[in-house]
Nanobody, 121 residues
Framework: QVQLVESGGGSVQAGGSLRLSCAASGSFFSIGVMDWYRQAPGKQREVVAH???????NYADSVKGRFTISRDNARNTAYLQMNSLKPEDTAVYYCRAVVQSRVSAPPYDRWGQGTQVTVSS
């Protein structure tokens, strides 16, 4: 089984920065796409940023130019650098990874437990 462990959340003032990490551990053959999602109170979970195993990225319009997703395949870790944070970025941030347990196995989604990000004005 694969576990995703997020870290790096916290409370900052508007304009500040945080860096989230998502580390995969356990037994697996490969990790493909990794995403960061967020869910604010009373709102649906939304995708924030996406990175393929080859490093191609995509971002929600609301975070373009402020957030940067990256990954270290050797460490099986994805990162989300969040700059110029706004109060509307306040949410629980979740990491998702597409995992293949064996070479012949179908891929499946694995989610982390979430980490709280709070931005005050």
């Amino acid at each position: 089984q694969v576990q995703l462990v997020e870290s790096g959340g916290g409370s900052v003032q508007a304009g500040g920065s945080l860096r989230l990490s998502c580390a995969a551990s356990g037994s697996f053959f490969s990790i493909g796409v990794m995403d960061w999602y967020r869910q604010a109170p009373g709102k649906q979970r939304e995708v924030v940023a996406h990175i393929t195993s080859g490093g191609s990225t995509n971002y929600a319009d609301s975070v373009k130019g402020r957030f940067t997703i990256s990954r270290d395949n050797a460490r099986n870790t994805a990162y989300l650098q969040m700059n110029s944070l706004k109060p509307e970025d306040t949410a629980v941030y979740y990491c998702r990874a597409v995992v293949q347990s064996r070479v012949s196995a179908p891929p499946y989604d694995r989610w982390g437990q979430g980490t709280q990000v709070t931005v005050s004005s």
